[in-house]
């Protein structure tokens, strides 16, 4: 089946939406979106298993609620994609938003380039199988991983440039931030703590970094060794002593 072309060249983002959804409710399996400048919500609450390819730079929350779906975009990307997504795939030829990957609850949100302020704030994961990755090529700035309760939050630091963000994993009662290099404690928000990255640490995450390299034409060797921080939550109930008085 040949792919379905939508141009959305001066499109709103209602129309440019209610036009993707007829293409897959007729069975289209690939969808190219090209001149995509700013619009909104592009593939919010699809299922199934097509590929959408944009062109562009979609709007805010990109894939928000999507379940199944793999969206590939050929640019730079507003705040909050994969915001609440369930299951399917964000792929993205450049750099995010703040809030990437927002209360994300299964998928994965692959960024090349680097990413804005509080990605993956309220990541987390439940039942079988629903358990969110956001993987940066590059940088993140602050409070990444605020609030996480679950899932998978890896920064490659590619550039080579030293992790500078700070209130890293601020209330973060789950999940695993892994950042290559090394952290400062005073970097930590609230709640978080270093511990050490091992070898069992490095198999779980290999096969997320090694998708992750194929789909951006990476060398994945370079990433696979224990050169990273990890960081976890302190105790599952962060802020407790703020709220309960004895």
Known sequence: MEPVRIDAKGLHYTPLNQQIRKAVSEGATDI????????????????????????????????????????IVKG?????????MDSGKLVIHGSAGDA?????????VFVRDDIGYRGGIHMKEYGEGHKPILIIGDNACSFLGEYIAG???????????????????????GGEIILRGELKE?????????????????????PYIEEFCEYFGIDPEKYLDTKYTKIVAASSRPFAGKYVWE
Do not use: W, Y
């Not at 005073?186 to 290999?206: C, M, N, P, Y």
């Open 32 to 71: 190219i979106v090209d001149n995509v400048l700013g619009q909104r919500f592009i593939a919010d609450g699809l299922k199934g298993e097509v590929t959408i390819r944009i062109n562009g730079v979609p709007g805010g929350d990109l894939g928000m609620f999507m379940n199944g779906p793999t969206c």
């Open 76 to 84: 730079n990307c507003d705040h909050a994609p994969g915001n609440t």
């Open 100 to 108: 990437v990957a927002h209360s994300m609850r299964g998928g994965k």
């Open 151 to 173: 899932g998978v939050i890896i920064a490659l630091g590619r550039s080579g440039k030293v992790f500078g963000g700070r209130g890293v994993g601020s209330g973060i009662h």
């Open 186 to 206: 005073r970097q930590l928000g609230v709640g978080a703590k270093i511990t050490e990255f091992t070898e069992e640490d490095l198999e779980k995450i290999r």
